[in-house]
């Protein structure tokens, strides 16, 4: 007689049940390997074999689990998603014959962590949890070589975790970074200055900041073409990574302008990384279609953080002082008062 429990699986999963279990060798299997058979004659016999068909779910987080399968014949994909709702994702594992699952929900209670979806025709030994404990009691083999196959899909769980975290840390990394220039872009800033919001400055002193601006950006695009504008930010770029200390953190802020930010310097000091960025970008020289364009120049704002001011008030005065280095003429710099 089935369980009701089981039958219910069976109504879920199309599955269909055969009684005899003397054609199964499980010697072969890993799970009985080095195992004394006959001490588990009567307990085996209270185990069913359950068929499956492609597209069938043996486990489904969203439901619990009352069994655990020995795979007979065919096998089965792991899915962190439910692969009948994203057909696309790919597996985390495959597991055939002689493997199993559904064993870490009969020990913890809980629904599976996982999507076990048949690839085609399976047949699996399907045992109830009280069975199961039985045999792990009865036999210490048989609970050694389980915990050879916990072991495996802790290390399956923990590499599926590695890759996600490293998959979300890749898409954090694109989300941060501006495409077009290989800088940091504009989201990156303001998650920084949502964090800073509201701190004074004065713990990081000192602390200067420079907004900077191509001059006369427009005419770039005007005359030559959105294209050429590209490559005109790009070398810009390109510059400015190669000027700056390894410490400075720089980021398209928008269009043409760009923020950089200088750890652990004086007025004085970022003077000098002003003047030296001022005068690499204009010594750059920049072609269209092999022609050369007129020189880029850019304009520049500096201010320094005083204690107690807060970051929006250092942005807005080194907005102020690159306005003010445009009225005077641009290819500039000059600091905030």
């Known amino acids: 007689m089935l369980t009701n429990a089981f039958a219910n699986i069976a109504k879920q999963n199309r599955g269909s ?120 009691n009865l036999s210490h083999g048989l609970a050694r070589n389980l915990l050879y196959f916990l072991s495996k899909k802790v290390r399956l769980g923990n590499g599926a975790v590695t890759n996600s975290m490293q998959l979300q840390e890749k898409h954090k990394k694109a989300a941060n970074c501006d495409s ?66 390894p410490n400075d953190m720089v980021c398209r802020y928008g269009g043409e302008e760009f923020i950089v930010i200088l750890p652990s310097s004086s007025m004085a000091a970022a003077k000098r990384v002003a003047e030296r960025l001022r005068q690499g970008i204009e010594a750059e020289s920049m072609t269209y279609n092999n022609l050369p364009l007129s020189p880029v120049t850019i304009s520049i704002g500096l201010a320094q953080c005083d204690e107690g001011q807060q970051i929006d008030e250092l942005i807005a005065d080194a907005d102020a002082a690159l306005y003010q280095a445009k009225a005077q003429g641009r290819n500039q710099y000059c600091c905030a008062s």
């Open 180 to 245: 077009l220039t290989g800088l940091h872009n504009r989201r990156w800033l303001d998650d920084l200055l949502l964090r800073l919001r509201g701190k004074a400055l004065g713990d990081l002193s000192p602390l200067c900041l420079m907004m900077l601006d191509i001059d006369h950006f427009k005419k770039f695009n005007d005359s030559y073409g959105h294209q050429t504008g590209d490559e005109v930010l790009k070398k810009v770029a390109s510059v400015m990574q190669h000027c700056l200390r």
């Open 17 to 136: 049940y055969q009684g005899d279990l003397a054609y199964i060798g499980f010697g072969d299997m890993p799970l009985f390997r080095d195992v004394d058979i006959e001490p588990l004659e009567i307990l085996l016999e209270r185990c069913r074999v359950v068929s499956f068909v492609a597209g069938d779910l043996l486990l489904d987080p969203s439901k619990g689990n009352e069994f655990f399968y020995l795979i007979l014949d065919g096998s089965v994909s792991i899915y962190l998603d439910n692969p009948l709702d994203k057909p696309k994702d790919a597996a985390i594992a495959m597991l055939s014959i002689g493997e199993c699952v559904g064993e870490m929900s009969m020990f913890d209670g809980k629904n599976p962590s996982a999507f076990v979806k048949a690839n085609g025709s399976v047949r699996v030994l399907a045992m109830d949890n009280g069975t199961l404990w039985e045999m792990i």
